[in-house]
């Protein structure tokens, strides 16, 4: 009798295991709520391999989507997926990153993002009309959120990089030099801090609350190398202070 009990409750087990793996990633994700900023079309697959055609968050359109979770990290109740997006063919970000869930954290692991820098430019509001040129790309080997406490940043370390910048602006195509920052968490909040070695004199400092919303500040004190063409645009910037710095702020 117990043997007959064990047969049947590892066939009921492997049978609710299979339903799981074959139960349709679009009926999951309609039991989840969304925020209002985030729209998902194009959803198929399964629970262990969900591909998303696209997403948008906010001005950001991510295409590509597919997310692959590992059967063992349930075991530990701490699912681990595996993502990536893009499409080099269709605007938009690329890259891949890790995400380990638990009942308290959310922890992202190698990230890497490649985005055009003029995606990111003209979600800002800069004091004349110009495009960006090249990419920036950002990398994350770790960051920690805690989802107890207001998906507050825990800890986080990375890099962003933004080589060989350029930008178009006045009918000429101006050369930047090279722009790097640091990420890390800053009383909660996603910080990237730009490193003040630039051609530039900017030094700049944006954060990421927890609800998407992004803010920054800093300045932009001209340097010998300041690029010259660049100087009909300071008065846009408002009155320099007693340092020479024109603020910046969004």
């Known amino acids: 009798m117990k043997k007959k009990f064990a047969i049947g409750s ?7 295991g299979f339903l799981i793996a074959t139960l349709p990633a679009t009926m999951l994700l309609n039991q989840v709520k ?22 948008v968050i906010g001005k950001t359109s991510i295409q590509k989507i597919e997310a692959q979770l590992s059967f063992w990290s349930l075991l ?14 269709i605007a938009g970000p690329e890259g891949e ?21 003029n995606e990111i430019a003209q979600q800002l509001v800069l004091p004349l009309p110009m495009s960006a040129q090249g990419d920036v790309e950002l990398t994350v080997s770790s960051a920690v959120i805690d989802l107890q406490k207001n998906n507050q940043c825990i800890a986080a370390k990375g890099s962003a990089v933004w080589s060989k910048a350029s930008v178009i602006t006045l009918e000429q195509n101006i050369k930047l030099g090279d722009f790097s920052a640091d990420l890390s968490c ?22 990421m609350q927890n609800k998407g919303k992004i803010s920054g500040n800093g300045f932009l ?6 690029p010259k063409v660049l100087n009909d645009i300071l008065p846009f910037l408002g009155k320099k202070d007693s340092q020479g710095r024109y603020r910046l702020f969004f």
Do not use: C
């Open 76 to 89: 530990t109740l701490k699912p681990k997926l595996s993502v990536a997006f893009g499409d080099p063919f």
């Open 97 to 117: 990153f890790e995400l380990v869930l638990s009942q308290e954290q959310a922890q992202i692991n190698n990230l890497k993002l490649l985005v055009k820098a």
């Open 10 to 16: 590892v066939f009921l087990l492997t049978y609710i």
């Open 221 to 226: 004190k001209p340097t010998a190398k300041f």
């Open 186 to 207: 800053e009383k909660g909040t996603v910080a990237l801090i730009v490193s003040p070695k630039n051609d530039l004199g900017l030094t700049f400092s944006a954060y």
């Open 34 to 55: 969304t925020p209002k900023n985030l729209s998902v079309s194009g959803v198929s697959g399964s629970i262990w391999h969900t591909h998303v055609e696209r997403m």
